[in-house]
């Protein structure tokens, strides 16, 4: 097992928020196998733009890295390609950052092809500029003269080409992988059939609720992985449920998210959020037995930056039978338990709730030449009455103002 010494820097008067997150890096790395043997806390008016942290820092944990003998130094922040070049020099081993140590977990956990291209994508727009970092010092050693390339970036050259030359052919890749998702959910609301997507920090319990909510509504089909790791859901699944004599929507399970979540896996993950961008509505899952309203706030910057702040959301805490209390948060919240399956059935409703609040009764004749329409209703509706008639099928159902539209020269009044 590879062995770390973490640093955070406190530059914001904030010494509890640092540990919180030191201890939340002690665990991304043990995702990673790396066992942390020292967390170093600085206190610091600002951060040193050639390390990072403080110069007399970087002697201290030299040292400590000799006493300790460990084989890297992850620091809790973005390092920025200088910062990261001056550490791996001075500090003479190998140096991580956050971004890079959540990358690595991405690359280890994703399946899909999808999941691959994403991370790879973003990992390499992550090197890219700390290449071209150490392009710049090379060639200024070199007098600056075009002409005067050494060896060394020659190869630095070649290996940014190489890298600009993959990002592209990976962004072609999304690209098509993201026209084929664009297609089915065309169909989808074509078919106008609503759909919610579960987000949140990860390891709040987005995969269980999955799991909870078809199984009290008596979907039998496959589960989903549910685990006490951190990102254990990469990609996304979606289930179309259905409460008995109601109408069905689209459940989707999706990315967790953490804090200081990089960026360039944010941008890279465009197409697996782009579920979350359509969505009709979210539900935003929260941890209620380890409850921290940092959680909260970091789903809440991240749906922002995706453009997703807009869309109706619902709160949801989950763990409900282990929870010490009830938190106290400003909006209201539904406290569910996925062991007990408390709750569950108060959710629902309140999903049924949200996707249906402007749904009316309405009166539709279709002709018997357009049976598809009324088996399109049977699968997506709650049909109230039929009646069969010489003319055709006369239909009592409720309709979403978006039905409305869509059937609307079969609308029929029956009051006349
Ligand atoms: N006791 C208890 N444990 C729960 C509950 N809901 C989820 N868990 C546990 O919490 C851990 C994380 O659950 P997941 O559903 O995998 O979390 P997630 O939000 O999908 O996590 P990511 O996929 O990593 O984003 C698992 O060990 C679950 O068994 C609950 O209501 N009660
Ligand atoms: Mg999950």
Redesign the pocket.
């Known amino acids: 097992m590879d062995q770390a010494i973490l640093v955070g820097l406190n530059v914001d008067q904030n010494e509890q928020g640092v540990r919180k997150s030191l201890d939340e890096l002690e665990h991304l790395a043990l995702a990673l196998g790396i066992k942390t043997k020292e967390k170093v806390l600085q206190n610091a008016k600002h951060i040193t733009p050639k390390y990072y942290i403080g110069s007399g820092k970087v002697l201290e944990i030299k040292k400590m890295i000799e006493v300790l003998d460990v084989d890297m130094v992850i620091f809790d922040d973005t390092l920025s390609p200088a910062q990261l070049k001056h550490l791996e020099k001075d500090l003479d081993t190998q140096i991580m950052d956050r971004s890079f140590l959540i990358m690595s977990i991405f690359a280890l956990r994703a399946q899909t092809k999808e999941a691959k291209l994403e991370v790879a994508l973003a990992q390499k727009n992550y090197m890219l500029p700390r290449l071209i970092g150490l392009g710049n010092t090379l060639s200024r050693q070199g007098g600056g003269t075009f002409n005067a390339k050494g060896p060394g970036e020659t190869k630095l050259e070649l290996d940014r080409r190489k890298l600009l030359r993959e990002i592209y052919q990976i962004k072609q890749e999304l690209e098509k992988i993201k026209q084929e998702k664009e297609v089915s959910r065309k169909k989808r609301v074509q078919n106008r059939i609503p759909v919610v997507a579960?987000v949140?920090?990860?390891?709040?319990?987005?995969?269980?609720?999955?799991?909870?909510l078809s199984e009290v509504l008596g979907h039998d089909s496959e589960k989903?992985?549910?685990?006490?790791?951190?990102?254990?859901?990469?990609s996304t699944k979606a289930k179309k449920l259905q409460k008995e004599n109601m109408p069905p929507f689209i459940l989707i399970?999706?990315?967790?998210?953490v804090n200081k979540l990089p960026h360039e896996l944010i941008r890279s993950f465009e197409s697996t959020l782009s579920d979350v961008i359509h969505a009709d509505l979210l539900i935003h899952?929260v941890?209620?037995?380890y409850f921290d309203p940092m959680q909260i706030e970091v789903t809440k910057d991240v749906l922002q930056s995706i453009d997703a702040d807009e869309i109706e959301r619902l709160l949801v805490l989950?763990?409900?039978?282990?929870a010490p209390y009830y938190p106290s948060i400003d909006d209201d919240y539904i406290f569910?338990?996925?062991?007990?399956k408390e709750n569950i059935d108060t959710l629902v409703d309140a999903i049924y709730g949200h996707l249906y609040k402007e749904s009316r009764i309405h009166y539709l004749h279709i002709p018997f030449d357009d049976g598809q329409i009324f088996s399109q209703l049977k699968d997506n509706n709650t049909i109230l009455e039929t009646r069969f008639e010489s003319d055709g099928t006369y239909v009592k159902t409720i309709l979403t103002p978006e039905q409305v539209k869509l059937y609307k020269d079969y609308l029929f009044d029956n009051k006349k």
């Open positions: 579960l949140g920090y990860t390891n709040a319990g987005k995969s269980s609720l999955m799991n909870s989903v992985l549910e685990k006490d790791m951190l990102f254990a859901t990469l399970d999706t990315v967790g998210f899952v941890d209620g037995a989950t763990k409900k039978e282990i569910v338990s996925n062991r007990t």
